[in-house]
C-alpha cells in the first residue's frame, strides 16, 4: 500500500501563459486562423500607419490662416481651431460665452457628489439638479430677465446645442418611457389601447418626419399668430419619440420579473405604485441599463437630424463652415472632428453603463 | 412574535373566527378551481392544508389575501369582507402575511431592507423603528447576522426564514404558507420547520400548505383535505391520519406516507 504524498503546485509551462501563449492559443491555433491572423495583421499595417500620419505626425497645428497648412501633408487642425468657438457655442454672442461655461461647469460641480461614495443624500441632489437644473440652465442660456440681455433659441448651437437637445431628451424619455411601458402592461383596456398606439406611432414613423412635421405642419393647425418656439418642438419631437423606444426597451425588462415578485409586494400590502417605484422598477431597469444606454446613444447622435429643420448642432454647425470661401476643402479634418467628439460622449456613456452594471450587481440571478 | 400592538386592527363585534369563507367559487376561464369552498378559522388556529396536485389548494388560500380573485360566494377576513374595494383589500394585507414556496425575497435589497420595506412604506413606521422590528424578528428565525447580505448570498433554507420574518415584520394577524418547504434541498426543511413551529406556539392564526405530515400531526389543529377543488374531508390530525374517511384521502395518504 502506497502513502499519497500531495503534489506541489507547479508554474504553467511557458508555452500556454504570457503573450506567446495567447498567440498561439488565439490567433495560430489552426491554419485558417493563422492566415485569417496574418490577413488582419496586413490590413492593420496598410490602414494604421497613415492615419496617425495624417491625424497626428504630419499635421499642421499652430497658425490661425489657411496659409499655415499649405505646406502639411496631413490634417489641417488650424481649420478647427481658428472655429472652435462656433463648433461650441453656436451663434451665442461672444460676451455672453460665459454663461454657457457656468451651466456646464455648474452641472459638472453638482454631479461630482454623486459619484462619491460616502455622500448620503444622493437622491436629494439628484432630485435638485433634474428639478432646478434645467431652470437655472434654461435662465443661463436664454436670459431676459437678471440683468442678462436675451438671446434667441436660434442663435444657440455647436456642441452645446447638442447636448441640450440630447440632456433634455434623455431627461424626458425615460420617465416618459416608464410610464408608456407601464401603460402597456396595464390590464386597464384603454389605458393599454392609447400606449399602444402611442408607441406604435411613433416608432412607426422616422425622427426625420416627426421634425419636419413638427417645424412646417404643426403651425398650419396651431391658431395663427402662436409663436411656438422651433427649438422646443424640436426637443418635444425628439423626446416622445426616443419615448416610444424606451418603452418598449423597458416593458422587456418588466416582462423578465418574475411574477413571484409583483405577488410578495402585493402580499405585503404595498400599492400598485409602491411596488412598482420599490420592487419592481429598480430591477427591471437594471436589467436593462445595456438597452437603456443604447437608447440613449441613438439619441444622441440622432440629434444631428435637426440640422433638416434649420437648427446647427455640432454637426450642422462644422458643415455650414465647410462653405466658408476661405477654408474650403477641409471638410475631412471637420468631420473627423466631429466623429471623434461623438465618440467622446457615447463611449463614456457606454462605459458608465458598464460600470452601473457592475455597481448595482448584488450578486444573484433572480 | 406574541400579540403585542395591533392597534390597528378593526375590533371585532363578537367571535373569534377570524377567517370565514363561506360557499367560494372560483374559475380559471371555463376551469372550475374552487368548487363551494366553506371554512372557518378561529384566531389562533392553525390548520394544515394538503392534496393532490392541481386540487386547488394554493388557489385557496391565495384567496385569502386576494392574490386570486374569488366569483362567488364571501370572504371575510378579520371583520372585513374581501369585494372589489382597494380600502378593504389594502386593510386584509396588512393583516395577512405570506410565505411562498419560492421564498420571493427581492434580490435587490438587502435582508433587512426586505424586512423593513413594508413596515416604513405601509406601516409609515420610521426606518429606525422599523430597523429594530426587523432586527428582532430576524433574531427570532436566527439569523441576525445576515441582515447585510442580499438574498443571492443566502441558503434557501436561510432566505425562507428571512421570508418569514419579512413577513412577520408587518405584524399580521394571520400567516398564509404555500408549500414553504417544498423548494428546500432536506437538510434546510427541519430549520424551516421549527420556525413555523416555534411561530405555531406562539399563538399566530396559520394556514399551512404542505406535505410535511410530521409537521401537521405536531402543530396542526385541524387538517383539510382538498381534492378536485372541493374540501373532502376535514378533521383534526390524529384522526385524519389514523381514520380517514373517504377513500381518496385514504388513497392520498397511503401515497404520501409511502415515501
Ligand atoms: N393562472 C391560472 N390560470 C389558469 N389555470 C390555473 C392558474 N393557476 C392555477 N391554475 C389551475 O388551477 C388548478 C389548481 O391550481 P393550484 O395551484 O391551486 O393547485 P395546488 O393544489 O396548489 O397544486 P400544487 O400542489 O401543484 O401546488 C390547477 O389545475 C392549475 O392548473
Ligand atoms: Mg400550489
Not at chain 2, 382597494?86 to 424586512?115: A, S, W, Y
Amino acid at each position: 500500500m502506497s502513502v499519497h504524498t500531495p503534489h506541489p503546485d507547479l508554474p504553467p509551462p511557458a508555452n500556454i501563459v504570457g503573450v506567446i501563449g495567447w498567440s498561439r492559443s488565439n490567433l495560430f491555433s489552426t491554419p485558417l486562423n493563422t492566415a485569417l491572423s496574418l490577413f488582419a495583421l496586413y490590413l492593420i499595417y496598410l490602414i494604421v500607419p497613415p492615419m496617425i500620419n495624417w491625424i497626428f505626425l504630419d499635421a499642421t497645428w499652430v497658425g490661425d490662416t489657411r496659409e499655415a497648412c499649405a505646406s502639411g501633408t496631413g490634417a489641417c487642425w488650424v481649420f478647427v481651431k481658428v472655429r472652435i468657438n462656433q463648433f461650441m457655442y453656436g451663434f451665442f454672442p461672444e460676451a455672453e460665452y460665459w454663461r454657457i461655461n457656468l451651466a456646464f461647469g455648474l452641472l459638472v460641480v453638482l454631479a461630482i457628489p454623486l459619484f462619491i461614495k460616502r455622500f448620503k443624500h444622493k437622491g436629494r441632489l439628484a432630485a435638485f439638479i433634474l428639478i432646478f437644473y434645467p431652470i437655472i440652465t434654461f435662465q443661463l442660456f436664454s436670459g431676459g430677465n437678471f440683468g442678462l440681455t436675451h438671446v434667441e433659441t436660434s442663435k444657440w448651437g455647436g456642441l452645446s446645442l447638442t447636448l441640450i437637445l440630447a440632456g433634455v431628451g434623455i431627461v424626458a424619455s425615460l420617465p416618459l418611457g416608464i410610464v408608456l411601458a407601464l401603460g402597456r402592461r396595464s390590464k386597464m383596456p384603454i389605458v393599454k389601447s392609447v400606449c399602444v398606439v402611442f408607441i406604435e406611432f411613433w416608432r412607426g414613423v422616422p425622427l426625420i418626419t416627426v421634425l419636419f412635421m413638427s417645424s412646417v405642419m404643426l403651425p398650419l393647425f396651431l391658431p395663427e399668430g402662436t409663436n411656438f418656439d422651433k427649438l422646443l418642438r424640436a426637443m418635444i419631437g425628439i423626446a416622445l419619440f426616443q419615448s416610444a423606444y424606451m418603452a418598449e426597451v423597458i416593458r422587456g425588462g418588466l416582462a423578465a420579473i418574475p411574477k413571484g415578485q409583483y405577488e410578495a409586494a402585493e402580499a405585503l400590502g404595498l400599492s400598485f405604485w409602491k411596488s412598482m417605484g420599490l420592487i419592481i422598477l429598480p430591477q427591471a431597469l437594471k436589467l436593462v441599463i445595456p438597452g437603456i444606454v443604447n437608447t440613449f446613444i441613438a439619441l444622441f447622435k440622432d440629434t444631428t437630424l435637426v440640422l433638416i429643420i434649420g437648427l446647427f448642432d455640432l454637426l450642422a454647425i462644422i458643415q455650414q463652415a465647410f462653405a466658408d470661401p476661405d477654408w474650403l476643402g477641409y471638410s475631412i479634418e471637420g468631420y473627423v472632428f466631429a466623429a471623434s467628439i461623438f465618440w467622446i460622449f457615447c463611449f463614456s456613456m457606454s462605459r458608465y453603463s458598464m460600470s452601473l452594471e457592475k455597481k448595482l450587481n448584488t450578486g444573484h440571478a433572480r | 412574535m406574541s400579540n403585542t400592538d395591533n392597534a390597528s386592527s378593526p375590533s371585532h363585534a363578537s367571535d373569534d373566527v377570524t377567517i370565514q369563507l363561506r360557499g367560494v367559487h372560483k374559475w380559471y376561464g371555463q376551469f372550475h378551481v374552487l368548487k363551494d369552498i366553506n371554512l372557518e378559522v378561529k384566531r389562533g388556529e392553525r390548520i394544515v392544508i394538503c392534496g393532490p396536485s392541481g386540487s386547488g389548494k394554493s388557489t385557496m388560500i391565495r384567496c385569502i389575501n386576494r392574490l386570486e380573485e374569488h366569483q362567488q360566494g364571501q370572504i371575510i377576513v378579520d371583520g372585513t369582507e374581501l369585494t372589489d374595494d382597494v380600502k378593504h383589500i389594502d386593510q386584509v394585507r396588512k393583516e395577512v402575511g405570506m410565505v411562498f414556496q419560492h421564498f420571493n425575497l427581492f434580490p435587490h435589497l438587502t435582508v433587512l431592507e426586505n424586512c423593513c420595506l413594508a413596515p416604513i412604506w405601509v406601516r409609515k413606521m420610521p426606518r429606525k423603528e422599523a430597523e429594530g422590528v426587523a432586527m428582532r424578528y430576524l433574531e427570532k428565525v436566527k439569523i441576525p447576522e445576515q441582515a447585510k447580505k442580499y438574498p443571492g448570498q443566502l441558503s434557501g433554507g436561510q432566505q425562507q426564514r428571512v421570508a418569514i420574518a419579512r413577513s412577520l415584520c408587518m405584524n399580521p394577524n394571520i400567516m398564509l404558507f404555500d408549500e414553504p418547504t417544498s423548494a428546500l434541498d432536506p437538510e434546510m426543511i427541519k430549520e424551516v420547520l421549527d420556525t413555523m413551529i416555534e411561530l405555531a406556539e406562539s399563538g399566530m392564526t396559520m394556514l399551512c400548505v404542505t406535505h410535511e405530515m410530521g409537521f401537521a400531526k405536531t402543530v396542526a389543529n385541524r387538517v383539510i383535505f382538498m381534492d378536485g377543488g372541493e374540501i373532502i374531508e376535514e378533521n383534526e390530525p390524529h384522526e385524519f391520519f389514523n381514520n380517514p374517511q373517504s377513500d381518496r384521502t385514504q388513497l392520498f395518504l397511503s401515497q404520501i406516507l409511502q415515501h
